[in-house]
Nanobody, 122 residues
Framework: QVQLVESGGGLVQAGGSLRLSCAASGGTFTRYTMGWFRQAPGKEREFIAAMRWNDGFIFYGDSVKGRFTISRDNMQEKVWLQMNSLKAEDTAVYFC???????????????WGQGTQVTVSS
């Protein structure tokens, strides 16, 4: 059973940056693709980014390409999401997830963190 804990959310002005962290425990971190999703009030969960464990393959959702960067450290069992050039529409709860397959769909992930709130003021 993998436990995921996100941190690093907060309030930031438009154009600013935040770095989210996700710490994993309780499982073999290197077995999993790690992903980030977000969910704004009244909206469906949206795929942000994912990184495969073995070869570092990365892909991003269209809305964040060029602004967000996913990275991971298998030794530390952590994954990060660097968010730059933030916009008001980036406001959401951000979730870290772990799954055995590379996927842009939330059902492709087995384990989820509790989420961290990111609020971007315009």
């Amino acid at each position: 059973q993998v436990q995921l804990v996100e941190s690093g959310g907060g309030l930031v002005q438009a154009g600013g940056s935040l770095r989210l962290s996700c710490a994993a425990s309780g499982g073999t971190f290197t077995r999993y693709t790690m992903g980030w999703f977000r969910q704004a009030p009244g909206k469906e969960r949206e795929f942000i980014a994912a990184m495969r464990w073995n070869d570092g393959f990365i892909f991003y959702g269209d809305s964040v390409k060029g602004r967000f960067t996913i990275s991971r450290d298998n030794m530390q069992e952590k994954v990060w999401l660097q968010m730059n050039s933030l916009k008001a529409e980036d406001t959401a709860v951000y979730f870290c997830a772990a799954g055995v397959q590379v996927s842009a769909v939330d059902v492709g992930y087995t384990y989820w963190g509790q989420g961290t709130q990111v609020t971007v003021s315009s």
